[in-house]
């Protein structure tokens, strides 16, 4: 079956050979304006019949199962930690698949990495694509790495239909969108929208294992990690940025829909604890005198979903996703306790209330258990992001024209366009996934989906490249 995009293109094609017998140069104006939906003044298209739009699905598909393998956990799990050995070689692969397309490639001092397609008019500030490939311990292959791959897909398909762009148009690989080596989320993307904050942390900030966060740089091969200035990026500095990824929720497959337009980002939270009680011997020590920290660490987590709860609103949510007792021994009373604490929501006030409420009773447990809080840190406490109408726009429009059904929604997991919001107008593609499952092994999107969400990506961005 011919896909719809050709059937789009080839009439595109046809429509301007016709126009062209009685002025060429119109023509392909006019061509190019219906491909794009916008007033364009240069002629962008070639008259290539052979030309076609697209997706290599097949090969889009190995690529995604060849980057799976780059994983500290075996398949179909995928482990990806920022700056390991397995992130360093998938960099690698990423930075292939980009030169082999024909973008150059830059990358700045912590490994965001940038392949561009020069425009015709390179002086405009370009068009922008992008999203991760780290994985959390134990994930699956599509969070993030369909956006990255799939963007570097969308550049072949438009340049295989012989489309030339009037902005640049850049594909970004973000580094670290997972909290989960230094603890903080979308890192790459948060230093690029300029967070000084971050900047200044990032100096004294180390991993789980005591290792300095330029130290982990530097042996990854990003020696100048510190040279923050280098890679804030000024507002404006793109003129759209618009992310493909899986939904990592339920709606779209339950209700059959191919794309979600994303109308804006959940505002997340991130909270770590520390209880510290007197521990000792787990059969000595009488229950009346203990102040056991594990303890006082599991009643917050209770108290975390009570508060959520308490909104009445499905939107609030929260997870205590990593909670550690020391000195850990089964017959030892734990005298530390750590948890971290994750809550969203896309009202940020209603989010801010329940951190208060969890503050409040981290503060009551400690007092009525006799534990010391030593740390109630909140470690980043994110406004939402609202998508741009000029993109989503875009998008939707690509849609119709693609015949491809899709619904606006939110966002409620966080994605490196919460922070490319602060730079450049940003808007989302989402794509079903199979019962929504994300940050496990299960995670599946189907090769169907993923091409659907490519030539939505590769029209969207067409369209905005010559606006
Ligand atoms: C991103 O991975 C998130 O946790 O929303
Ligand atoms: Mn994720
Ligand atoms: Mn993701």
């Known amino acids: 079956m011919i896909p719809r995009i050709c059937i789009l293109i080839i ?51 190995s690529q995604i199962d060849e980057l799976s393998t780059f994983s500290d956990t075996p398949a179909p799990s995928v482990t990806r930690i920022l700056y390991s050995e397995k992130d360093v070689q998938a960099r690698g692969f990423v930075k292939k698949l980009m030169n ?4 150059s490639v830059r990358e700045d001092a912590v490994g965001n990495i940038f392949g561009r397609w020069v425009g015709s008019e390179p002086e405009l500030a370009p068009v922008s694509t992008g999203s991760h490939i780290d994985a959390i311990p134990y994930s699956g292959k599509y969070d993030g790495v369909v956006g990255v791959l799939g963007a570097i897909e969308a550049v072949n398909v438009l340049k295989r239909s012989g489309f030339k762009p009037k902005r640049s148009l850049e594909v970004i690989m973000f580094t670290s969108e997972e909290p989960t080596r230094f603890g903080i989320s979308c890192l790459g993307s948060r230093l690029l929208a300029g967070s000084e904050e971050l900047a200044q942390l990032l100096k ?7 290792i300095s966060f330029s130290d982990a740089a530097n042996l990854a091969g990003y020696t100048n990690s510190d040279d923050f200035s280098s890679i804030f990026l000024e507002k404006g500095s793109y003129s759209a940025f618009i992310e493909l990824h899986i939904e990592q929720g339920p709606i779209l497959e339950e209700e059959a829909i191919s794309i979600g337009v994303v109308t804006a980002i959940a505002a997340p939270a991130s909270i770590k604890v520390d209880f510290e009680g007197n521990g000792g011997h787990a059969g000595a020590g009488l229950m009346p005198k203990r102040n056991d920290a594990g303890l006082a660490a599991t009643e917050l987590a209770l108290a975390v979903e009570k508060h959520v709860l308490e909104s009445g609103s499905i939107d609030t949510v929260g997870t205590v996703g990593i909670l550690e007792l020391h000195p850990g021994a089964i017959n030892s009373i734990p005298s530390k306790a750590h948890l971290e604490i994750d809550t969203r929501d896309i009202d940020e006030h209603r989010r801010d209330l329940v951190i208060e409420k969890i503050h409040q009773s981290a503060l009551s447990i400690s007092k ?70 994300s940050h496990k092994p299960e995670e599946f999107a189907a090769q169907q989906d993923i091409a659907n969400g490519v030539r939505v990506l590769a029209l969207t961005l067409a369209k905005l490249s010559v606006s």
Do not use: W
């Open 100 to 103: 082999i397309s024909g973008l």
């Open 204 to 210: 004294r900030t180390v991993d789980g294992q005591n």
């Open 368 to 437: 009525a258990r006799n534990v010391e809080l030593s740390e109630f840190k909140i470690v980043n406490q994110d406004p939402p992001a609202l998508s741009e109408e000029l993109i989503t726009k875009a998008t939707e429009s690509a849609c119709q024209e693609l015949n491809l059904p899709y619904k606006k929604m939110i966002s409620r997991a966080y994605h490196d366009s919460l922070f490319m919001a602060r730079i450049s107008p940003m808007g989302m593609i989402f794509i079903p996934c199979y019962k929504g499952y």
């Open 11 to 61: 009439s595109l094609y046809l429509f301007a050979g016709i126009s062209s017998q009685s002025n060429e140069h119109d023509a392909t104006i006019r061509t190019m304006e219906e491909f794009s939906g916008y007033q364009i003044h240069e002629p962008s298209f070639h008259d290539s019949s052979s030309s076609s739009l697209s997706v290599d699905t097949e090969t889009l598909q």
